[in-house]
């Protein structure tokens, strides 16, 4: 059993597999949603991103293993498992869709059980494999510091991004964890559609843990990144605000040691390191000049969100 629900996209035109899927599929450890052609497929993959996708091989219009590879290429299902279901026996064809990037394979006709249990373990896997934040469902640190060493490793110019959010603390004091939560949930979902715009194939989002992201892209396309995730979040406050503290624009809550103070609302601080700049050879090191980086950006006045790049160059 899945410990959260788990949203399973089913892409297949044929209506039974659908109804099998979600008997099989019990509905407080899973939510089923639908899609009947690959455009359709596509569309809800990219705009939703499922726990994991059941793809049919063979579908109108564009085929499954071209819609496979697609997925792959955003940034957005990179790393979403997907489940191959198809009529034909061919070793070739199981061959080059796991090639392709698929996770598993499934021949109909098939018994609703035993996918169930292949969507389940896949789940598993994955969720360890990446470290997946549990909140989030999002990268964590293991596979981001794993992504940063494959793009050092191949000499692929990169940007690191740390991401921030300035005075959460204060804000879950107030409003209380599960306000807390979905502030962290949005801004994982804003983060990522930032990414998606901005670094398409090349862009990563992970999650540190708390309040902390990390985001990859191109050198190139850093700072529009930066600025189109900043704007995205500034945008959003007032979904998480009482209209009256918008007003205000700060916060009343006691420190540790019991006194009242005054809290400005929570904002992003973007640090940014990039390989134009800097020889970003070693995990550590980027790490180390992000946080410094971040540290000059958190003392900046109290206001909307910002970001800074270090414009340093190694002697």
């Given amino acids: 059993m ?26 407080e450890a899973y939510r089923v949603v639908s899609a009947a052609t690959s455009q359709e497929a596509l569309a809800r993959a990219l705009a939703e991103v499922p726990d ?28 979403v498992p997907i489940i191959l279901l198809t009529g034909d026996a061919a070793p070739e064809d199981r061959v080059r869709g796991l090639d392709g990037g698929a996770d598993d394979y499934v021949s109909k006709p098939f018994h609703p059980s035993e996918l169930a249990a292949r969507i389940a373990s896949a789940l598993r896997r994955s969720r360890a494999d990446v470290g997946a934040n549990p909140l989030t469902r999002l990268p964590g640190s293991p596979t981001i510091e794993e992504e940063v060493n494959r793009r050092i490793d191949a000499r692929e110019p990169f940007a690191f991004l740390y991401v921030d959010i300035d005075r959460f603390k204060a804000f879950n004091d107030v409003y209380g964890y599960a306000k807390g ?9 804003l983060l990522t559609e930032a990414v998606a715009a901005e670094a398409a194939s090349a862009g990563f989002v992970g999650h540190v843990g708390g309040d902390d992201f990390v985001l990859l892209c191109r050198p190139s396309g850093a700072e529009r990144l930066a600025q189109h995730a900043a704007g995205l979040f500034d945008e959003g406050l007032a979904a998480h605000y009482a209209a009256a503290d918008l007003d205000r624009g700060f916060l009343e809550c006691r420190d540790r040691q019991g006194s009242w103070h005054r809290s400005p609302l929570c904002a992003l601080s973007i640090a940014g390191v990039t390989t134009e700049r800097r020889r970003l050879d070693h995990y550590a090191k980027v790490v180390e000049l992000a946080s410094e980086m971040k540290a000059y950006v958190k003392s900046r006045p109290a206001g909307g969100s910002a970001f800074a790049f270090d414009r340093r160059r190694d002697r």
């Fill in 2 to 27: 899945i410990a959260s629900s788990a949203r399973i996209l089913v892409a297949d035109d044929e209506e039974c597999v659908h109804r099998l899927l979600r008997r099989a599929l019990p509905g």
């Fill in 52 to 79: 994991l996708i059941v793809l049919d091989v063979h579908m109108p219009g564009q085929g499954g293993l071209e819609v496979l590879a697609e997925l792959r290429r955003d940034c957005r299902t990179r790393l």
């Fill in 181 to 189: 939560d979905a502030m962290i949930r949005d801004t994982a979902a």
